[in-house]
């Protein structure tokens, strides 16, 4: 059963904690992507890796990290930096950079 | 500064009926259009994808339309089924020295009752 896979679905958090979402793939993609959804605006790209130990911030990288040990895993950590951490967070994953970008489920994380 | 921007922002029609969602952009270098599905609390599924020498593109019941001189898309959905129920983006790739910027439209949310 091949695709994206994203753990948990819900996180809650005391504020001021790190925390990590997992973002796993199987589809042999080299390009891989997070975002952040808020209610009422468009997805926001974070970071994006395209290839194994390389990463780029996105738009909105403040506040969060993440790693590309291996192909198939890119996961973000959310630190006590990012001020509004409250969010739906979505991983995606493509062949190369510009190619069709396929989504996981999603992670919605709430900090209390 | 590059935006996609699509109307309404909600949507309520009858099961079996046909609506139309907009997406207009202003993003430039324009190098293609998708039109996502994303069902609540899941992540997006892509639905068409559309270049810049393309003016229709059918998936089923649903069909995209793009005229690249006004810089604006459309999404008809015919014979509307309770699971059509969802939000519709537009997302706009521009190209950049990068390759790889993307730009979401905020969605149109589709209600579709019995």
């Known amino acids: 059963d091949g695709g994206i896979t994203q753990s948990p679905k819900y996180l809650f958090r005391k504020e001021g904690q790190n925390v990590t979402l997992s973002c796993e793939q199987n589809?042999?993609?080299?390009?891989m992507y997070w975002y952040r959804q808020d209610p009422g605006q468009g997805l926001r790209l974070i970071y994006y890796s395209q290839i194994v130990n390389d990463f780029q911030k996105g738009d909105i990288a403040e506040g969060y990290s993440v790693s590309r040990e291996k192909k198939e895993s890119f996961p973000l950590t959310v630190t006590s930096a990012q001020k509004n951490p409250t969010a739906f967070y979505l991983c995606a994953s493509s062949i190369a950079l510009p190619d069709t970008q396929y989504f996981g489920p999603g992670t919605r994380l709430t900090v209390l | 500064k590059n935006q996609v921007e699509q109307s309404p922002q909600s949507l309520i029609i009858l099961e079996g009926k046909n609506c139309t969602l907009q997406c207009n952009y202003t993003v430039s270098p324009f190098s293609n259009l998708r039109w996502y599905k994303q069902d609540t609390g899941r992540g997006p599924v892509s639905l068409t994808i559309?270049?810049?020498?393309?003016n229709t593109k059918s998936n089923g019941r649903y069909t995209a339309t793009l005229d690249a001189d006004t810089k604006q898309s459309s999404l008809h959905i015919t014979a509307s089924q309770l699971s059509d129920s969802a939000s519709y983006i537009c997302?706009?790739?521009?190209?950049?020295?990068?390759?790889?910027?993307?730009?979401f439209g905020t969605g149109t949310q589709l209600k579709v009752e019995l």
């Open positions: 589809l042999n993609h080299d390009a």
């Open positions: 559309m270049t810049f020498s393309e």
């Open positions: 997302v706009v790739r521009t190209l950049t020295g990068g390759g790889n910027k993307l730009t």
